[in-house]
């Protein structure tokens, strides 16, 4: 499960960017072209946050759908795998969007002194 060892990246950018603050919430930006599965990182989540300033922290992830654009006609749909075929025939697709991992937002606390 390669989810693990990527979990355990997004913990350890987000506790760099935390600057030592207590860390609310992550909202990640997940593709579905990705290869990466939504619940193995939110099942990896808490376990890779136990410990640090992330523990706690409420995950948000936004699974963000495959486009592509054909080559030869130009038409933008969607697509669920990385690779397909247009209306026109064509199978010379850029895909778009689909294949994002992102950490969109992070929120921390706020110390009031």
Not at 52 to 64: R, Y
Not at 72 to 91: A, L, N
Not at 96 to 105: A, F, V
């Amino acid at each position: 499960m390669h989810e693990l060892g990527i979990t355990q990246n997004i913990i350890a950018i987000v506790r760099e960017n935390a600057q030592g603050k207590k860390v609310q919430r992550v909202l990640l930006e997940i593709g579905q072209l990705s290869a990466i599965m939504p619940e193995a990182i939110k099942f990896c989540f808490d376990i890779c946050a136990k410990d640090t300033i992330v523990e706690g922290a409420v995950l948000e992830i936004l699974e963000i759908p495959g486009m592509a654009k054909c080559r030869q006609c130009g038409k933008t749909f969607y697509v669920d795998k990385p690779f397909g075929i247009c209306e026109c025939g064509s199978v010379q697709l850029d895909i778009i969007t689909g294949e994002e991992l992102k950490i969109k937002e992070i929120e921390v606390e706020e110390l009031c002194v």
